[in-house]
């Protein structure tokens, strides 16, 4: 694509250089580089790319997009933009073919639930018989590929590669969990969406978003960006009603609202709910009529996320036997109060959980299920909002009897500080702290910050025959953790396996 072409449109401050390049692709990261390319240098909160504007042009840049000019190359283009990070998203998108264009794509944004919904909807609408691409927190996957996901929703010019190798396989319908961040960031501009998805809202992200105004402000310009039509089938939000920001991101859109809920007013809602450990089973009501639903995913969180993906499908004008199959089809949701086999035959779950209402979720779940005691594990993550941690030791002493708090992401963090921070939540609770060895007969918690050592003694604390459930929350599907600058490998899963091998 010849670079005038790409720039098409862009409010060009100055330009140098050849305007009649060709392009052979384009990226905000220097090392991703390749000879040819365009490297737009973005200002980010971390680093700037107006620092790598040699890297890249070393690394065989022809053309640059910058805010500033204060250097000249021999032999490459470059022009100034206005906002290098608004136009970044535009410029992929063109670059790219608008991959969203002619495909049903549907974005879910919300504080938790995300990754659960956006499987059930994938199920569904394979049991439908689309082809689904989805771009997610655990992977970004289609036609029997998958790919680790880097981050939640990618950068632009990695999400409109990722959205065309889609259009390209014959994919017709991408569901994306649309982050805060992205949001913000202007990541997903430039996309034409069919729905748009909230989940519910909640503290998180405070260290980016500084106040909770701010957050929801974020979340809710994916329904800002909403039209009314768009090529002739009516762009859709679909809400939940029983979290108070839905009634606000009802007058925010200007699209048709979808509303599900447990409340009488919603359009879609769950009633006569059965929550076990073998699963749900509840009716859902729509106008079209009811239908059962029956799932191997429990709990009331997994009810609304259910209802979500129900609501969705049902915009779509999916049939509500297919809706029903389509969940009960989906037994496992990586990370997401995943039940870990052991050789022991302990009940013992991995979670993901890594704000206060989604941990408080959890564990109220866990809670209606433990016939013995409930031990739960974990830490909160470094350089991330650090007013959210003695919230978090608050809600995981409320509600287990044994707390173990350990280490989840430290980063660049001292790790004993980070506990320090959660410790007077679970103070409050009402719990003392406790050596944990055996036998122990009281409540309390401890602090183990080797994340391997506390999973392994809560794991040798918890007795199957007494009916204990052991909790493991904060990094869920996650395979890592960083310590510093270093990401080590870590997985919950193995270590609850290896725990319970000897």
Known sequence: MRLDYLLNGQPILEQHGNENL??????????????????????????????????????????????????????????????????????????????????????????????????????ILKEEGKNVGVIGTISYRFKGKSFRASLTTPEPTDLMKIMSEMRDAGVTDIIIEVSSHSLEQGRIKGLS????????????????????????KAKSLLFYSLGEEEEGDQVKAIINMDDPKGRVLEKITKASVVSYGLGDNCLLRAADINSSAEGLRFRLATPAGDVSITSSLFGQINAYNILAAAAVA????????????????????????????????????????HSPDALEKVLQTLRQLTKGRLITVFGCGGDRDRGKRPDMGRVAGSYSDLVIISSDNPRGENQAEIADDIEPGVKESGLRRVEMSLPLKEKGYEIILDRRKAIHTAVNIAKKEDGDIVLIAGKGHENYQIIGNRKRYFDDVEEVALATSS
């Open 22 to 123: 060709e392009i052979k692709g384009l990226t905000s990261d220097s090392r991703a580089v390749k000879k040819g390319y365009l490297f737009v240098a973005v200002k980010g909160s971390m680093q700037d790319g107006h620092r790598y504007l040699a890297h890249a042009v070393q690394k065989g840049a022809c053309a640059l997009a910058v805010e500033n000019v204060e250097d000249v190359f021999k032999d490459v283009a470059i022009v100034r933009l206005p906002n290098t990070r608004a136009a970044l998203s535009e410029l992929a998108s063109r670059f790219y073919n608008y991959p969203s264009k002619g495909m049903n794509l549907i974005g879910i944004t919300g504080t938790n639930g995300k990754t659960t919904t956006s499987y059930l909807l994938e199920s």
């Open 314 to 353: 049902f915009s779509l004008d999916i049939d509500l036997k297919i809706i029903s199959r389509g969940i009960s089809r989906l037994t496992l949701v990586p990370g997401r109060l995943q039940p870990v086999k052991n050789k022991r035959g302990l009940s013992v779950f991995v979670d993901y959980a």
């Open 193 to 216: 969406w069919s729905r748009a998805l909230f989940t519910n809202f909640s503290r998180d992200h405070l260290d980016y978003h500084s106040t909770m105004e701010e957050y929801f």
